[in-house]
């Protein structure tokens, strides 16, 4: 904290600052004119709040230290730091792997009654035999469909938790911020994919071209597995194209709704047949290709993936979409469509290098103007890795869950809601949402002594059931009967399905399959968050209640709350103390000033950056 | 309703004036205005719920439910010409009529459809369908198909009924609000656990959270709207979670009972909600491959919830009040696809479902030979008629036109 010191004048008019960021530095210059204006801003605007700026947006926030030595350096030099990075400096472990992918686990059928018709075809399926006689011959078929069901859902979430330490502490926080982007844009789900091992694959893939050349990085996640498993590219053949990943790659990835017509997406599903994937491998069955002509977007020729996406990029329409999309999650929601113009070719001239593109962006006076600071409403992953980041954390604490919190907010990684992604702006905030996003500030800070890891215990009230049942010797069909229901009341028609297939009990499966994943998927550590307030506020060298609620103002959040509420914390603060002076405090002040910097998180204003 | 449910109804909506107000008990700055406003709002609110005890409440199937195989044209040889391997033969079906029949997954929705309580509409769709779900289904939750619109039907619905937005009008359980509930003048109640609708915070801190401060001269878009979504909260969590935790129902909603039964705890606890808006989520209808298991599941589990949901609405003595309209944002292609699945189609059929409906058949059925352009149905029912026959014969509103944007012949559903 000596860098606050050496800038009293932050640190004592926190609030100040950060209310009138433009009236406190450069006078005499004209900030009205900023917004759509994508020429650069000049070193006599750089400061500490255009610095805090810029880490909110190209990463997840800053400490008062780090966002000092950006302040300390010129703008130019402090994005060419952000945007180009040193990819081959590795900052953080790779991921860990629990081991849990067994020899014929691949190719996964699509459903458990797909695994079980198999297992009667081929006498085997997932690698498992058929029992040759007996009662449940194809229980362990059955029970290893579920075991991957399992362990891949906890693997997921695994690779959720090393995606976000990777946020929270990596030294290049774009890289981050943009595969996050990436992975919202080529939105796939986990619960169709049902394989950690391709969605690690793809992020991998973010990592390492999310700030290349966007054609290049599109011709690869058009081959990558996560993809092609998505979207049923693999049951795209000649003869009877399936038009899922031509419609998507269009729609939502290229171009956008209305640039094309149905007959362009038959057309191009055609020269995609035949892409496939094995295991990890993208591979092309050519039997399965068509080889003939296509009419593709006023081309006419022998198309095949490759070409369709070449065409797609000759689309003007294409550029001015994509740099629409990513002016959308790091600038603002609403683009003037001028300006939507002149980012579409601002994009085109760089030939799709996006950290050219980026650059530009965040340099410009519009992103620095007052139509784009302070409005960005934090999708949850940006909430909780800023909140840790802020917190001066290094890595993501294991209570609460980082998957269960954000996916309550409505962004669990590897579980977007649908191809689309997620909405973002506004949509991220609901009342339910908002109550949600306070009680995660508190999780952090008054951790849940009633908090039972995910990864161990099953939530299902159906699977605790059988397996209490189960321990307590019941043969396997008693103890998987449904719970009984009331008198008098119908059952409903799922809960009656429990086990007419005398090969196998699925009850049982799901109850065994998760006994076997949590055997062989490694434990998420479950700390909770190392943090000292009180040590935080007296490096401050600050005397009373209201420097302690300026200060963490200053330092949490991107938009103070208004005098009411800074006075009630204030208030609040000084009561709970007992006295105005901390120091008198300092023994006894650390639960105050968790409730009080509780009470700041869960204002509206927290929300925005 | 009888005399005694009448009553108990009325003793609770009370009881919810009184919550409403003892809930928001802030103290402090500015308390005693916001006291008043919210009293007169909820007093609103709970005289329009009197004036129509109606309640509408929407189910959305997203994805594009296969209608086809949901509502099974056994009948017409076509059917399983486009379908020689996913049709779905007669002797498995829950024959309705000598034409159709229901996927064997849904006694529920058989037992509904004898008992009179089903409407099932045929050919639902409009002009120049989208084959995007994204497109597709903003054209249903905005009524305007091919056109722009801000704001959902339901949320103009919403403004046009009670221009005051008054508090807890619309309630919609999810996890992101639909476009359908987006309002001018009502922030709708949006939530997805009741039990997690609530700040966790120490008894020191409670008066401080509840405390939200006025809009004023906030110039900021976004913290205006962030102030205003607190105070909806600050409205509605206290009800809502009094709600469910005194909810406790004996009927089996099976598997996955789509929010419904939150619905039910919210309408026994007396809210003046008219309008509901809940989903069958994320996109599952969307069976492009080996479609069959899949889609007899998710039906079996959309039966189930329906069945138990009426039900459950005749235990708390309400069934007469409530109608569900059930609807997906596309039917499927007709003939099937070689991965044993179905793409992206057209027209469809929509489900109106309640005690008060003249169970049975409307619209024109579809031709199964005379396809429109890449192998759809063509629709033989604008799905505004639907909508306005809930705005108009259910909640008895005649500014139907005016929230549809256009003149929408209504059925003859309702008893």
Redesign the interface.
């Known amino acids: 904290m000596l860098r606050i010191k050496s800038m009293p004048s932050l640190a004592l008019m926190g609030l100040f600052v950060v209310s009138f960021p433009l009236q406190s530095v450069g006078q005499n210059r004209n900030y009205s004119s900023w917004e759509n204006d994508l020429g650069p801003i000049s070193e006599i605007d750089w400061n500490y709040e255009r610095a805090a700026h810029l880490l909110e947006r190209a990463g997840f926030g800053g400490t008062p230290d780090t966002i000092q030595r950006f302040a300390n350096m010129s703008p130019s030099a402090a994005v060419t730091s952000l945007v180009h990075f040193d990819k081959s400096s590795p900052n953080v472990n790779s991921f860990d792997h629990s081991g849990i992918h067994d020899a014929g686990l691949d190719p996964f059928p699509p459903s458990r009654p797909a695994t079980t018709e198999l297992a009667k075809k081929n006498g085997e399926a997932l690698g498992v035999k058929v029992k040759p006689t007996g009662n449940r011959r194809l229980q362990p078929v059955v029970n290893k469909f579920f075991y991957w069901l399992r362990a891949s859902v906890l693997e997921t979430n695994r690779v959720s938790y090393w995606w976000a330490n990777r946020m929270v502490a990596s030294e290049h926080p774009l890289q981050e911020k943009m595969a996050l982007f990436w992975h919202g844009h080529y939105a796939v789900n986990e619960s169709k994919v049902r394989d950690y091992r391709k969605l690690l694959k793809e992020l991998e893939l973010f990592h390492e071209m999310g700030t290349g050349n966007f054609r290049d990085l599109m011709v690869a996640v058009a081959r990558d597995p996560a993809m092609l498993s998505f979207l049923d590219a693999g049951v795209n053949i000649k003869g009877a194209p399936n038009e899922n990943f031509a419609r998507e790659i269009m729609e939502l990835f290229t171009m956008g709704v209305g640039n094309y017509t149905e007959g362009d997406i038959r057309e191009a599903a055609r020269a995609f047949t035949g892409w496939n994937y094995d295991g990890l491998e993208f591979v092309v069955n050519e039997v399965d290709h068509d080889n003939d002509q296509k009419d593709f977007l006023g081309h006419t020729g022998n198309f095949d993936g490759i070409d369709i996406i070449d065409i797609i990029m000759e689309q003007p329409v294409t550029a001015e979409y994509m740099a629409g999309k990513m002016y959308h999650f790091f600038v603002r929601d609403s683009v003037d469509p001028e300006l939507g113009d002149q980012l579409g070719s601002l994009f085109r001239n760089v030939n799709y290098d996006i950290s050219l593109f980026l650059e530009t962006l965040f340099l410009s006076k519009d992103f620095y103007s007052e139509a784009s600071v302070g409005t960005h409403i934090k999708s949850p992953v940006e909430l909780a890795v800023s909140t840790y980041v802020k917190l001066g954390l290094s890595e993501v604490p294991g209570v609460p869950d980082f998957n269960q919190t954000t996916s309550a907010l409505g962004q669990a990684l590897f579980r977007p809601p649908t191809v689309a992604g997620w909405a973002g702006g506004r949509s991220w905030i609901t009342p339910g949402l908002l109550l949600e996003r306070g009680n995660f500030a508190r999780d952090v800070l008054f951790p849940d002594i009633n908090f039972i890891p995910p990864d161990r215990m099953n939530g299902s009230r159906e699977i605790q059931s059988v397996a209490r049942r189960v321990r307590e010797g019941l043969d396997i069909t008693a103890a998987t009967q449904p719970s009984s229901i009331g008198e008098g009341q119908v059952m409903a028609e799922s809960n009656m399905l429990a086990d007419r297939d005398e090969d196998f009990n699925t009850r049982y499966g799901s109850f065994r399959g998760w006994q076997m994943a949590i055997q062989r998927v490694k434990p998420i550590p479950r700390h909770t968050a190392q943090v000292d307030l009180s040590a935080m506020v007296l490096k401050q060298e600050i005397n009373t209640t209201s420097e302690v609620v300026d200060f963490l103002i200053q330092r949490f959040m991107r938009v103070p709350p208004g005098a009411d509420s800074r006075n009630m914390l204030i208030e609040f603060l000084t009561n709970e103390l007992g006295t105005e002076n901390i120091v008198e405090a300092e023994s006894y002040m650390e639960d105050s000033l968790r409730m009080t910097l509780h009470l700041l998180l869960s204002q509206p204003e927290y929300q925005l950056s | 309703m009888n005399l005694k449910n009448s009553m108990k109804n009325k003793l609770k909506r009370r009881e919810v004036l009184r919550r409403g107000i003892a809930g928001l008990g802030v103290a402090?700055?500015g308390a005693s205005i916001l006291h008043s406003s919210v009293m007169s709002r909820v007093a609103e609110a709970a005289t329009l719920a009197e004036a129509n005890g109606k309640i509408l409440v929407v189910l959305e199937l997203?994805g594009g439910n296969d209608g086809l195989n949901t509502v099974v044209p056994y009948g017409d040889d076509a059917y399983y010409r486009h379908r020689p391997e996913i049709g779905l033969p007669k002797n498995e079906l829950k024959v309705l009529d000598d034409h159709f029949g229901l996927n064997p997954?849904m006694?529920?929705f058989e037992g509904l459809f004898k008992d009179g309580k089903m409407a099932i509409v045929h050919g639902c769709g409009y002009e120049n369908p989208?084959?995007?779900?994204?497109?597709s289904m903003a054209y249903w939750h905005t009524a305007a198909p091919n056109s722009g619109e801000e704001y959902g039907w339901v949320g103009r619905l919403a403004d046009n009924l009670d221009p005051s937005g008054s508090s807890n009008f619309l309630v919609?359980v999810?996890?992101?609000?639909s476009l359908a509930v987006r309002s001018q003048k009502h922030?709708?109640?949006?939530?997805?656990?009741p039990s997690?609708?609530?700040?966790?915070?120490?008894f020191?801190?409670k008066e401080?959270?509840d405390?939200?401060?006025d809009v004023g001269s906030?110039e900021?878009?976004?913290?205006r709207?962030?102030?205003d979504?607190?105070r909806?909260?600050n409205d509605?969590?206290e009800l809502v979670r009094d709600a469910w935790s005194n909810y406790r129902s004996?009927?089996?909603?099976?598997?996955?009972s789509l929010d419904l039964p939150k619905v039910v705890s919210l309408i026994d606890s007396g809210m003046p909600t008219k309008l509901y808006y809940v989903s069958y989520?994320?996109?599952a209808f969307d069976t492009?491959?080996?479609q069959n298991?899949?889609h007899r599941?998710l039906l079996?589990?959309t039966?189930?919830a329906v069945?138990?949901f009426v039900?459950d609405l005749e235990r708390i003595g309400r069934a007469d009040d409530v109608a569900l309209m059930i609807f997906s944002e596309f039917g499927r292609r007709v003939p099937e696809?070689?991965?044993l699945g179905t793409?992206?189609g057209a027209a469809n059929v929509m489900f109106v479902v309640g005690n008060g409906i003249k169970g049975g058949h409307y619209g024109e059925i579809p031709s199964l030979t005379n396809l429109a352009?890449?192998d759809n149905l063509a629709y033989t029912t604008d799905f505004r008629r639907v909508y306005q026959t809930l705005i108009n014969g259910w909640l008895g509103h005649g500014d139907g036109p005016s929230i549809l944007n256009g003149d929408f012949e209504s059925f003859d559903m309702f008893s």
């Open positions: 402090g700055v997203s997954g006694a529920g989208s084959y995007s779900h994204f497109t919609n999810a996890a992101r609000q922030v709708p109640v949006v939530f997805d656990q997690r609708f609530m700040r966790e915070a120490f020191e801190e401080a959270l405390r939200v401060p906030v900021n878009p976004s913290r709207f962030l102030l979504i607190a909806s909260a509605a969590s004996p009927v089996d909603y099976g598997v996955n989520r994320n996109n492009h491959v080996f298991n899949v599941r079996t589990y039966s189930d069945a138990a039900r696809n070689v991965t793409d992206h352009e890449g």
